[in-house]
């Protein structure tokens, strides 16, 4: 068995670089996601 | 006023410590006390809530709870829980009225608890303890299906069939699963923070500009609400998921619905379970009963209207929220009546064939999305006079 593949998705084994990519792409969203939040006027919706 | 601010450190520092400490734990009555513990915690802290106050109210639905449970005095409890609830609502919905009444020292830590979904979750707790569907909660269980941390801001509405039925100690998360939950977590921020607000920034004028710009407002306008709300959801799944703690989903690519049944079972979802299972069944069945099964298409029509109608004013109770549940009642009806047509003079395999057609169901969907983002026109625009 490749060394890289460490865990199992759906049945698919998910690789050192996917999980890199992936890892990557959660890390892009959430700076994204923190550094608008800064502006203090992103909050609309607050349930009902 | 308190509010859940997913923005906050606070937050996420109570979510990680909340996955922390729950994760190791195998021991079902611990896992559950401690969960109970955490939402409390949160609830004093996030909020800043007099938490001794909310604790009393617990456990007097706790007490409650358990004497539905019993033969004795449950139809006593169960009306005047009902209409304590009722008034908990209207004292919640109608801050003006509520300040007269002299509860307006309620009105802070309702709004703080989202009683809007924490009332709904009584209901329907309530009902299934009434009619023995399953055992009421314990102390630990009343806290953690009423104010779970997660799920106070916007939902969803777990039905207590599927909380108490979860496993009490869950199976260990994967890494890979971990993985998802966060992906699914960071989604739902970059959903709300990132791409909602940048609609929000560059299209929503809060119809303040008529014409055709309006026309595409209107578009843009659900666009961003669904992308606002959906983030809400993804967050609370993701966390669930994380702690272990079932978490339902609450959207299922709406904007493709191809009619308005179809919609809702695609938007809201716990919602629209919710209102089939408290308000739509129940209406439905005892119609049936008085009628012998006979007016099938009426009693549904009735059901529907009754149902959606409620449904509106428990948004907000206000005329274009009444007009909201009735556009969506509305919707529903025809998309029966036109099903039950159809199928009276296409027959089973004719309908198939029917709904399997690319024009129809573009045409369907195109529909169907524009009454959707017109009916959230009605309760977002400014109207004069409708305030409550």
């Known amino acids: 068995m490749n060394e890289s593949v460490v865990e199992k998705e759906h049945g698919e084994e998910l690789s050192s670089w996917r999980w890199t990519y992936r890892l990557l792409r959660v890390t892009v969203m959430l700076v994204a996601a923190y550094w608008l939040s800064r502006t203090g006027d992103a909050f609309f919706y607050q349930g009902f | ?388």
């Open chain 2, 1 to 388: 006023m308190p509010t859940i601010d997913l923005a906050s450190p606070v937050f996420w520092i109570i979510t990680l410590i909340a996955v922390a400490v729950m994760t190791p734990v195998t021991h079902a009555e611990l896992r559950k006390w401690l969960w109970a513990g955490m939402n409390l915690v949160f609830i004093a802290t996030m909020l800043q809530l007099r938490v001794l106050e909310v604790a009393a109210y617990l456990v007097a639905a706790y007490l409650a709870l358990r004497v539905l449970g019993c033969r004795e005095w449950r139809e006593v409890v169960a009306r005047g829980g009902l209409f304590l609830l009722l008034c908990l609502f209207v004292i919640n919905k109608m801050p003006g009225w509520s300040a007269n009444w002299g509860t307006g020292d309620l009105n802070p830590l309702l709004a703080a608890v989202g009683f809007s979904y924490v009332f709904l979750r009584l209901v329907d707790v309530g009902r299934v303890v009434y009619e023995g569907g399953r055992p009421p909660p314990d102390l630990a269980s009343t806290v953690n299906y009423l104010l779970p941390f997660h799920m106070l801001a916007a939902g969803p509405i777990q039905s207590y069939e599927d909380f108490i039925d979860q496993p009490t100690v869950p199976k260990p998360v994967t890494a890979v699963e971990a993985l998802e939950a966060v992906e699914r977590i960071a989604l739902g921020l970059f959903k709300k923070f990132v791409v909602a607000y940048i609609i929000s920034k560059l299209f929503l004028t809060g119809f303040s500009v008529s014409g055709p710009y309006m026309l595409f407002e209107v578009q843009a306008h659900y666009l961003w609400f669904y992308l606002d709300f959906s983030g809400y959801s993804d967050i609370a799944v993701g966390i669930g998921r994380l702690m272990g703690v079932r978490t339902p989903e609450n959207f299922d690519k709406p904007y493709l619905a191809r009619n308005m049944i179809d919609f809702w079972d695609r938007w809201h979802i716990s919602l629209s379970l919710w209102v089939r299972r408290n308000l739509f069944i129940p209406m439905q069945l005892a119609m049936a009963r008085r009628t012998r099964g006979r007016r099938a298409l009426l009693i549904a029509t009735v059901a529907f209207t009754v149902s959606f109608l409620l449904c509106g004013l428990w948004h907000g109770i206000s005329w274009p929220y009444f007009a909201w549940g009735a556009m969506h009642a509305l919707g529903l009806v025809v998309t029966n009546s036109y099903r039950h047509g159809l199928t009276k003079r296409l027959g089973t395999k004719g309908v198939k064939a029917y709904k399997e057609k690319l024009v129809y169901r573009l045409l369907g969907q195109f529909i169907t999305f524009q009454w959707v983002a017109f009916s959230l026109l009605v309760i977002a625009y400014p109207w004069k006079g409708f305030e409550p």
